[in-house]
């Protein structure tokens, strides 16, 4: 079996994440937003759908700010709905929006998302995946585990010997302040 650093460096369409984004820690809210958008997108589609189509999604989803995104409506949803470039899922539209706006709760009773994380870090897989599924919408298990791999919060984004590991290593991920909380 292949692992995503096996296939994804020099890939026309996995290469760029692999090595820029996938495991690196972040800190800015449209981007922590954008991520968990596009992990609950990828649900029951391969990663490379949800990769060409980013650049569809970034717009669609006003350059995933949260404010903007948290304030569509109905009207939105139909535009949405009808933009061939995106993936066009009620149910994973729904969640976006409707995530978009629990994200702006968590700047009044945390601070903000990353603070929100922070202040639940560590923790395994498992408790992680609780605590979204009480927070968020259309959060499960392997949605949960990626994007929280994605941002340095769990380890796993890339097999030992990879390149990209050693430069994200550098940067102390979450992951490496606490005890293995792998999955």
Request: charged share 25%.
């Amino acid at each position: 079996m292949s692992t995503y650093c096996q296939v994804a460096p020099g890939h026309p369409v996995h290469g760029s994440y692999h090595d820029t984004e996938y495991g690196f820690p972040q800190r800015a809210e449209p981007v922590l937003f954008e991520r968990l958008a596009l992990e609950i997108m990828q649900a029951g589609l391969s990663w490379e759908i949800v990769l060409k189509r980013r650049a569809a999604l970034h717009r669609a989803f006003e350059g995933f700010e949260v404010d903007r995104v948290a304030a569509m409506g109905e009207a939105d949803s139909a535009r949405l709905l009808a933009d061939p470039g995106i993936i066009r899922n009620r149910l994973k539209v729904g969640a976006i929006i409707e995530n978009a706006r629990r994200i702006q709760a968590l700047r009044g009773s945390h601070g903000g998302f990353a603070d929100w994380l922070d202040t639940h870090h560590p923790r395994a897989k498992a408790e992680w995946t609780k605590l979204f599924r009480k927070t968020f919408v259309f959060t499960g298990g392997e949605i949960v585990g990626e994007f929280l791999m994605s941002l340095g919060y769990l380890p796993g984004a890339h097999a030992d010997g990879c390149p990209v590991a050693a430069r994200i290593a550098a940067l102390r991920p979450p992951w490496t302040t606490a005890a293995d909380f792998s999955r």
